[in-house]
Every structure is written in structure tokens, then in C-alpha cells.
């Protein structure tokens, strides 16, 4: 679902069906990953898994040593592979790593849902729980009770 225009602002009651969405504070969605950000690690996952791969076979390719046994055959010794990875990975990791950590400071979002309705909309990270009107009402009723005592002049 797209982003509406008032963002800034999460109900705290359902706009399809009006119940209240999440009882308490801690019931509350968390901030999450974007699809774009999901998207760009899974990128850094492909890339740094097929850099690794190239680069391994690209190396075992270059220092691999052919023995002709006549008759037009020979016998092919790679490199071992644990060998290579020791240079390979952490050049494979790099990219990934930069793409991780882009994909991790794009900006978060709360996917807010109805448990009644199911009705659910996506808010930006920074976006704020509306406050509650009967917490407000609570609050208001303590301490209307103190000023109204008489002041003392
Ligand atoms: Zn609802």
C-alpha cells in the first residue's frame, strides 16, 4: 500500500472500522526495513555471493598447471579452493558489506494493521502514534482534581 499523504500522524484507532489498533505501547510495530532496503540486501547477497564465485574460478583458472601425459591428454592441478577463498572472500565481502550498509540507512517504516478489519498502511519511520485520547483524559482528570484546590494567597 503507498504512503498517504497525512504521514506523520498513526491512528490509534482503525479508520475502516474504528477499534482501537494496539492496546498497549509495546504491542506497537516496530520500525522495519523498507521493500527497497530488503531488496538492496538481497542485491548484497547476490553480488558479494557471485563476485566470490568469479573471482575463486578466475584465480583457479590462472593458476592451474597442466601436465601433458602425451597422446594429445594432460592432467590439470587446480589450486585448492580453501586456498583461493583466503583471498577471495573478503574481496567478495566488500561490495556486499557497502550494500548491507546502504540498505540499512535507507529510511525505516511501521506497518501498521487492523487486527479487527485488517486494514493496514505503511507510515515512514518517523512517523507518530497519535496520542491517546483516554490517557489524555486520565491525566487530566489527576490533575484537575489538583487545581483545583484552593490556592493559597
Ligand atoms: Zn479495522
Known amino acids: 500500500m ?15 472500522c474504528n477499534k482501537t489498533m ?7 510495530p516496530n520500525r522495519t526495513m523498507s521493500l527497497g532496503g530488503g531488496l538492496l540486501l538481497v542485491l548484497a547477497g547476490i553480488v558479494a555471493a557471485a ?3 568469479t573471482s575463486t574460478y578466475i584465480l583457479r583458472e590462472r593458476f592451474a598447471t597442466h601436465s601433458p601425459i602425451g597422446n594429445d591428454l594432460e592432467i590439470v592441478h587446480y589450486p585448492p579452493t580453501v586456498m583461493l577463498s583466503i583471498f577471495t572472500l573478503p574481496v567478495a565481502l566488500l561490495p556486499g558489506l557497502i ?31 497519535e ?3 483516554d ?19
Open 22 to 28: 494496539y492496546s498497549s505501547d509495546r504491542s506497537r
Open 51 to 53: 563476485t566470490y564465485l
Open 131 to 133: 496520542s491517546r485520547p
Open 135 to 153: 490517557a489524555a483524559a486520565a491525566h487530566n482528570a489527576a490533575t484537575a482534581s489538583s487545581s483545583s484546590w484552593p490556592t493559597i494567597v
Open 99 to 129: 550494500l548491507g550498509w546502504l540498505a540499512n540507512r535507507l529510511p525505516r517504516v511501521r506497518r501498521v494493521r487492523c487486527w479487527n478489519c485488517g486494514w493496514k498502511q505503511k507510515f515512514p519511520g518517523t512517523a507518530k502514534f
Open 2 to 16: 503507498p504512503i498517504t499523504d497525512d504521514c506523520s500522524r498513526i491512528p490509534n484507532h482503525c479508520p475502516a
